[in-house]
């Protein structure tokens, strides 16, 4: 396991549970990619990561994340994390999420993040479902 990746790992996700877009996006290279694979294109660079991470906290504001497993290798890690919150709608969220990160040069070159989508729409759009 890499002490770096790891350290890298903390950083980021301690950003991801203080609910933190500027520094969640300071952690990622200049061109980087995040992927939330669930029907959106990818957010291309740091100010499209950060705009897609703002929107992500409007439609769950007290979103938490707990860790459930991690896997750290020199220039990757891949995590397994509960999801869980309370969406503007008011749905209660309780959905599984995995990350798969590619690092280059200390920073987050790519996040591919797969989540689980019949639980994440239930939450956003409850009623859209009924």
Known sequence: MSATTRELFERYHACWEA???????????????????SGQAPAR???????????????VPNLTFDLVSLRVGEDFWVAQLK????AASGAELDADLADFVLVENGAVKEKHSYVDGVAMQAAIAPSELA
């Open 19 to 37: 609910r933190d877009p500027d520094r969640i996006a300071e952690l990622h290279t200049l061109d980087s990619v995040f992927h939330l694979h």
């Open 45 to 59: 660079g740091q100010a499209a990561i950060h705009e897609s991470v703002v929107g992500m906290f409007e439609l």
């Open 83 to 86: 999801l869980t919150g309370t």
